[in-house]
Nanobody, 123 residues
């Protein structure tokens, strides 16, 4: 069974930090690129960042550059997203996903998904 389980979300004040984890099982983790998405209240889900399967190449949307850092530990089948300098606009459900290729930008390119973890940033 393919499973991606996010954790690490919570309530944080503006300017604070969180580190999200994505524990994966049921597929060969180190053959998949890792992506992080989020969906804010009343908004569509949007891509944030992706990381190649070999951990050598990363991509960030402009609005998270310098604040969010994607990483992975293939030995632990786990991906991460470090969130810093959080703003109330970052409030959303954060999702991790796996893709067969690096550079995937649309949800359709990610065949495996987690259930999401809530991040709430208070002002």
């Amino acid at each position: 069974e393919v499973r991606l389980v996010e954790s690490g979300g919570g309530l944080v004040q503006a300017g604070g930090s969180l580190k999200l984890s994505c524990k994966c099982s049921g597929f060969i983790f180190d053959e998949y690129a890792l992506g992080w998405f989020r969906q804010g209240p009343g908004e569509e889900r949007e891509g944030l960042s992706c990381l190649s399967s070999d951990d050598r190449a990363a991509y960030y949307r402009d609005f998270v550059k310098g604040r969010f850092t994607i990483s992975r530990d293939n030995a632990k089948n786990t991906g991460y997203l470090q969130l810093k300098s959080l703003k109330p606009d970052d409030t959303a459900v954060y999702y991790c996903a796996g893709s067969n290729f690096f550079g995937a930008t649309t949800e359709a390119d990610y065949p495996v998904w987690g259930q999401g973890t809530q991040v709430t940033v208070s002002s």
